[in-house]
């Protein structure tokens, strides 16, 4: 078994609104050394698979399917061995 732990951006090319209300928001509480902010999503998935790179394929491919919108979100997955 492993856990995939799946990380996913805005490209940098795409303007980030929720990102700059943060950025904002934290210069207004005193936070003036944040120099930017990019809001994205984080899912850690389970995975019953043979092997590591059999597991980062299925993550892999459920992003590209699903969980990313590959015109606009990139995506980092980090695999994981599960001990029983």
């Known amino acids: ?3 995939a732990n799946i990380t996913i ?3 940098s ?3 980030d609104p929720q990102g700059k209300a943060s950025h904002h928001a934290l210069g207004e ?4 050394s944040v120099q930017s902010v990019r809001i994205g999503k984080f899912v850690e998935m389970e995975i019953k698979a043979a ?3 059999e597991a980062m394929e299925v ?3 459920a992003c590209k399917e699903l969980l990313a919108n590959s015109v606009m979100e990139d995506f ?4 994981y061995e599960l001990v029983a």
């Open 1 to 3: 078994m492993f856990k």
């Open 9 to 11: 951006t805005l490209r």
């Open 13 to 15: 090319s795409i303007l």
């Open 29 to 32: 509480l005193g936070f003036g």
């Open 51 to 53: 092997s590591k790179s």
């Open 59 to 61: 993550a892999e491919n």
């Open 76 to 79: 980092h997955v980090e695999i």
